[in-house]
């Protein structure tokens, strides 16, 4: 049974492939009344691109945001959304050459066992983060709509390869700052460094992981839908969408497992006539309901696979050991384009879950 | 919409409450044939007290497996497999007084707030470690399945507190060891300072947390559906449902964000006429597909939250500040109840995923 | 994929065989808040019997409701409402002499097939009549949440074998008429010559089917979710459950095929400040929608295939031609035990589109 | 919940609106290795058209298809087939005028209610006929993967208003007329009577309704997943997808109501070293599986809604009554658009069960 669609209430349906014509997605369940328009898209896919050009492989020509249905007269209308962007400059002679020589850190061998070489291999298919461009898309319509109810989602990268940063910023300032820094760091004096690091990898042929911290703003206390549809359980899900997610956690996190209970447990105490805590271990979940403090996630992404240096394979048809290079264009850390995409599934999942939970009704508001 | 069912073709539905009468799972999508019976339920349920008497709150009285339905004449009938246990020895008494004031580190402020109060709070109700053991009878059911396809699910504590393992054991020695050690470390003595540092946090009115990892070996190539379905997204979801998780990573996990991708990547190789890799960063799975190397994850369980000492908490019905001693049987470590927990739903994903893929077929055999 | 699950806001989750420990399901998804006990069940499985006697294989003890979870303190927590009833007088000798002689009209040969032969025969298993007292249950649960929105559902005979009634009655008549005819149809003169057609069928060895009509009232407008989930749509496939269904439709339904527009189609009006259709033929949906008039359907009831006279079949481990006489105890039709399962499986589809349409939300009341 | 997908292995969503850009699905699920191009869709598109000319509204420009997605190299390959048509020649001049007068028989009135006005109502939008080219692409796929497995579904017209066809075809002359009749149906002397029955309707400005039969030949034995995903379960909810259907019912449907038990039984012969029945009275179908003779169905079609003829209506704005001429182009007989519709969604269900059910592979054929 596949599975290329993800929610209960706001259900968003992926489709698309790195070197196919298009990626794009359905959006289904997206309350009727929501205003949209494609310039809500292109906006969001156009802020991407400049200050990432330095580290980055961004395809130069700019995606163009195509609404097929689901939008009328400048409002969402109840109906599924399909939304899409066509691909352009894919160059596919580089993959043909070594489609039988699987690389290391990538999807090509179990994909083509799966899928009995019927997948296309080009530009990794299905598994390409040109994938996450579609995910962008619904991620608009599921920020949208959070931010009519306050929720704010904010993703920023916290650590490239050694280099970690470790200072608070406001919403305002992580917005402000991520946007000038390549690497979509909100410290910028970290992210100059980062940016030094990604440079000198590329260089050396070779490639930089790092961590991307997700915070959510404002969320109603109660939200997540246990046992099994926890708030974090969702979310934990909805980020390995995102190619070289290896890992993440919430609040204190993998720290937490280190504390004793007196240290963790984040106190209650009334503040403005509202329940908040002293602290913010939990992450914003307990017992995988919101409890109304921020969410707080981070999400290991590994180092892009595809590096220039000699590495060791083996060839599927003659089945004998290989070595491999990877040629094309590659990013040597997909870190900051990762920014975006966990900041979407993150909001889709905060959406879906709002809707879920009858916060979000299903008509906005009537004419 | 609630959330109380998990698996696509392997469908868990779980009910029962702490302190209610039952707690039980609804198994649908077992393949018909499989031999099934209350043994092999109450094996597993049995295994795990004795060697942790000296650390946890071990109910005294056993639990009795029933199974209710969707078995017949010793074999799986295709229908749905109702098993549950009763509840036994609850005092509610100690709830009751705490009605209004939330447990910091615990679910009773979300939980009191999305159900307007009605939710049965009492040992914490359907957020109790005690659903667990619903987790494991399903997990009774998915392992056996598991099993006649040679996979093999193993979950162990690699750490409480500071005090961690590192040293790698056999499958063999694994389930030797851990079925020895109170704590369910297979490193023994590490086990036992393990043992230790729970016995003095207890002593402190304290408790701590840890680290459980989970193996799966012999995992067919190619099991996953990505972009949603990865089967790295839904074993992150999974382990989610257990009471206490904070964060969980596949292979290198958070480690690998540090690593160069020539580090990181591993080399294929042909070995024995199989393609394996040279090292396991990856964790087993690539792209979201079981890439055939042991699936390995790590997963972040927090300290306790129910403890002694004094707490500051707010009264949810005088919204002021007060203060909270929790009374009742606490385990000052839930780790080793997690690992039974944790390879349960493990296996369930597992098996879940290997009948998505057409490996496990929808009847075993037929007479 | 197994199938045993219904619905996606109330989830109604089937367990049991015929011949097994206990008929049950779990209900997850009941908004917290609704009073519910014991008593609300039984009460409804208690009304079914007495009437009936006189043609039905009423088994003889009375069936005994137990909630085992997600109800407290008397009403629903927001928890999966597990609910069940044991089997007794279960008597399986009958049926395993004919375990290889498939019964005509019935899912023995289909249902050997499909589960390799492990399936439960005795009984029918889980294709028996049996299996719809936990639908019920389920109902009773659907229709107090649909009572307090003031929505009523009300099942009833309209036709047993050739003898079909066309007046109309109002809710309370249908009522109070149903439960003193045996057969369930409120028309009391066309009851009794239904009765007598009932007991002549099985004086003949021989059995007869009918068509139950069901209303809602009071439902209100633009509930359903078109285009796949339209109220339509689901509520037919509910009515699938129900075994021995052979066909269903809405208002004029297969009549409606036979009309010009000008006669089908319903004009609105205005009455009252609301707006009301002048005739019904769309049986209270457009489009997949409510339309606000009372939703009407009729469901098609093949005779019981069960029947005293002697039958051609074939025996499956022979593979040759046989003939079989059906033992045991049967019903001659079992449209009256039909009418409360149809009641039911349409008020839990109303629930679940009520809930999915955001009529009625997650949480009734808080304390 | 919106509700735009259908199927569990073989999952189809639609999107698109009569007047917006495009109508389209995305089919997520088809196994890989299934020769797709868009010849394949062009062509079924096409065949529907010009025997309709006479007596439908057919859109005179050519709709042509394009995959977007999924296909590669000639094949599926395992990822989501979107593909979908653009929208030509929509006037939509005359939905504006009647905007706040709901057209009698169609969804205009609760779809407003429903999307507080947010609705697409330009040509029925979501709630169009237009809607179903898209489910005719998704049963394309559906067909050629049930073809492969030597399952053949057909439909065709049995009748228009009063005038009924009741003699049997074979599938190959059913294939032969229906592709002559502008009806549709095979029996062309009646097929002939119909045509002038639909042409009088129009001439008098108004409509005929009419019955679809859909068999499925060379069904294996024992699809179908009850208790709730049972065959006729599943089929009963797909016909529900495409607008005007007001019924269905399997082999003898209503008709079994009136029968004996020892009439509608159909008797188990063994012929040719198979198990078959001597009569089909079944559809196909015991205890929601199927049995292994053709699977049959009928489908009761409504009059078209739009008729010329002055309606009575209501001002929705003024909350008064009013009267509506319906302008516009309009058939006035929607069965012969119908029959395709039903076509594919029978398939579609069909190739999902047939999946579902483990008969069809998730990889059809490795290179």
Do not use: W
């Amino acid at each position: 049974m596949a599975g290329n669609s993800i929610g209960k209430e706001f259900i968003v349906t992926s489709f698309g492939e790195s070197h196919g014509k298009v990626v794009g997605v359905v959006v289904d369940g997206c309350p009727a009344g929501l205003p949209l328009s494609e310039a809500d898209f292109q906006e969001e896919l156009d802020r991407r691109i400049p200050a990432e050009r330095k580290i980055v492989s961004a395809r130069i020509e700019k995606d163009n945001v195509k609404i097929l249905s689901g939008v009328f007269n400048g409002f969402a209308t109840g109906a599924p959304i399909a939304v899409m962007v066509e691909n352009k400059e894919t160059n596919s002679n580089d993959y043909e050459a070594i489609k039988d020589l699987p690389r290391p850190g990538h999807s090509d061998y179990p994909a083509r066992i799966k899928y009995g070489g019927f997948n296309d291999y080009r530009g990794g298919g299905r598994f390409s983060g040109r994938i996450t461009v579609a995910l962008i898309l619904a991620g608009v319509i599921a920020k949208k709509l959070l931010n009519r109810y306050n929720v704010d989602v904010l993703a920023y990268t916290i650590a490239i390869g050694n280099i970690k940063s470790t200072k608070k910023f406001t919403a305002e300032e992580i917005r402000k700052n991520r946007s000038q820094a390549s690497t979509r760091c909100p410290d910028l004096s970290c992210a100059e460094r980062m940016e030094e690091a990604i440079i000198a990898a590329k260089a050396a042929g070779d490639s930089v992981g790092g961590v991307v911290e997700c915070i959510a703003l404002n969320m109603p206390v109660g939200v997540g839908e246990p046992l099994f549809d926890a708030l974090d359980a969702d979310l934990a899900k909805a980020v390995f969408a995102i190619p070289a997610v290896k890992g993440v956690e919430f609040g204190a996190g993998f720290r937490a497992a280190e504390l004793m209970g007196s240290q963790n447990n984040d106190a209650f105490l009334v503040e403005g006539g509202k329940v908040v805590t002293a602290t913010e271990n939990a992450g914003g979940v307990l017992g995988g309901l919101s409890n109304g403090m921020p969410i707080e996630l981070r999400v290991a992404i590994k180092p892009t696979p595809s590096i220039a240096k000699e590495q060791r394979t083996v060839n599927l048809s003659a089945m004998e050991n290989a070595s491999i290079t990877v040629k094309g264009r590659h990013d040597p850390c997909v870190v900051p384009k990762a920014v975006p995409a966990i900041e979407a599934v993150v909001a889709i999942t905060l959406a879906d879950h709002m809707i879920r939970s009858g916060v979000i009704p299903k008509v906005l508001k009537a004419h």
